[in-house]
T-cell receptor, first 111, second 113 residues
Framework: QKEVEQDPGPLSVPEGAIVSLNCTYS??????FMWYRQYSRKGPELLMY????GNKEDGRFTAQVDKSSKYISLFIRDSQPSDSATYLC???????????FGSGTRLQVQP | NAGVTQTPKFQVLKTGQSMTLQCAQD?????MYWYRQDPGMGLRLIYY???????DKGEVPNGYNVSRLNKREFSLRLESAAPSQTSVYFC????????????FGSGTRLTVV
């Protein structure tokens, strides 16, 4: 079993839709939860960073962490074609000093 | 612009050839990482350096070696390239370990024929 599971998609939605992206993880020791966005042929860039359970909002993006269920989510409101990218979840905070990434979900927002 | 610089951006190697991928960061970060990205596999950690003078194996270290030359630079070497090493390689850095977000370079697309 992978430490972090993420549905690879692709996920195709119309412009303006609410998008929900999700990851599950197996080790309850993880403490730091991040979402990265990766445009085609580019490096990933940090989008959201959260610590512990709860919600964090930044503009149209909301990151949600449920540590009891080992489940993290990223919501995108009023999705735009410019949101079309691959979204990777990442978790960290154990004794190992490197993030563990999900495999990424490819999102396509249709104009 | 501050960030992580990787060279080269593209490379084609023949099986058995060697090469070094270069990475430099100018953010005074302590930790640096090398990942490879393959379709459907996500980002897999090859090696990392938690601080200057230290290096550790990641998930897929076989066939690779690394050097943390100084605080800024972290290189990845393929001693005898194999077709299975065809991938996109990303270097990243962070302030300290995995408690902060990473800054990634733009990647090196490597093809081994």
């Amino acid at each position: 079993q992978k430490e972090v599971e993420q549905d690879p998609g692709p996920l195709s939605v119309p412009e303006g839709a609410i998008v929900s992206l999700n990851c599950t993880y197996s080790n309850s020791a993880f403490q730091y939860f991040m979402w990265y966005r990766q445009y085609s042929r580019k490096g990933p860039e940090l989008l959201m960073y959260t610590y512990s359970s709860g919600n964090k909002e930044d503009g149209r993006f909301t990151a949600q962490v449920d540590k009891s269920s080992k489940y993290i989510s990223l919501f995108i409101r009023d999705s735009q074609p410019s949101d079309s990218a691959t979204y990777l979840c990442a978790i960290g905070g154990r004794s190992r000093r490197a993030l563990t990434f999900g495999s990424g979900t490819r999102l396509q927002v249709q104009p | 612009n501050a960030g992580v610089t990787q060279t080269p951006k593209f490379q084609v190697l023949k099986t058995g050839q060697s090469m070094t991928l270069q990475c430099a960061q100018d953010m005074n970060h302590n930790s640096m990482y090398w990942y490879r990205q393959d379709p459907g596999m996500g980002l897999r950690l090859i090696y990392y350096s938690a601080s200057e003078g230290t290096t550790d194996k990641g998930e897929v270290p076989n066939g690779y070696n690394v050097s943390r030359l100084n605080k800024r630079e972290f290189s990845l070497r393929l001693e005898s390239a194999a077709p299975s090493q065809t991938s996109v390689y990303f270097c990243a850095s962070s302030e300290v370990g995995d408690t902060y977000g990473y800054t990634f370079g733009s990647g090196t697309r490597l093809t081994v024929v």
